[in-house]
């Protein structure tokens, strides 16, 4: 059986002046399981050319991805979500996502390998995936953690609903993974 594949099809990024977010576009993460396709975040609304070239370089187009999942409802996660309209969504339950949307809980496994990991603290239902992949373990985190600068000098995100559960869930995320896909910035290894 050939591991699980890690892929992100677009590294996110944010641009602030100051105090002020200027522009967020998050990070889209394919996870290749075998049969089964997982993206992970959909982006900003706009970004649908971006995806479908993405995918397309792989020899996919989003009809052949099964399972989207949204970290959280934010719009720069979500933005692209009508994309794939043959796909099952899931989000947590606590960012009421609509009525058609599967429950993320946590340690629920999506398909072998890959299962949810509740991280709040950015938003009330926050959540990350994790993906075990050979001896290797990612986890992409949304804006769990934002960018690598937030985890240098282990800072919450900056937008947060409780500050110390932001925290939290961080050090959840850099307990178990090697990587980590940030919300809005490239794929960065954890230092042992």
């Not at 059986?1 to 890690?6: A, F, K, N, T």
């Not at 944010?14 to 977010?21: A, D, M, N, S, T």
């Not at 649908?48 to 949204?70: E, T």
């Not at 110390?164 to 050090?171: F, V």
């Amino acid at each position: 059986m050939m591991p699980i594949r890690v892929i992100v099809l677009k590294s996110g990024s944010l641009l602030r002046e100051g105090e002020e977010v200027r522009d967020a576009r998050s990070s889209v993460t394919l996870v290749d399981a075998g049969s089964k396709k997982i993206v992970v975040d959909t982006g900003l609304l706009g970004e649908d050319g971006v995806l479908i070239d993405a995918l397309a370089a792989r020899g996919l187009s989003p009809d052949d991805v099964d399972f989207v999942v949204n970290t959280h409802l934010h719009l720069d996660h979500c933005g692209c979500n009508l994309l794939f309209r043959k796909s099952v969504f899931y989000a947590d339950r606590k960012e009421n996502p609509p009525i058609y949307f599967k429950h993320a809980d946590d340690g629920k496994e999506l398909v072998p390998g890959v299962r949810f990991l509740s991280t709040p603290g950015h938003t009330e239902g926050s959540v990350s995936v994790v993906v075990v992949s050979d001896d290797r373990k990612y986890v992409i985190a949304g804006d769990a953690i934002p960018t690598v600068e937030n985890y240098e000098t282990m800072t919450p995100p900056a937008i947060n609903i409780d500050e110390k559960l932001a925290k939290e869930s961080m050090e959840r995320i850099l307990k178990i993974a090697d990587f980590v896909i940030p919300g809005h910035d490239a794929m960065f290894e954890v230092k042992r």
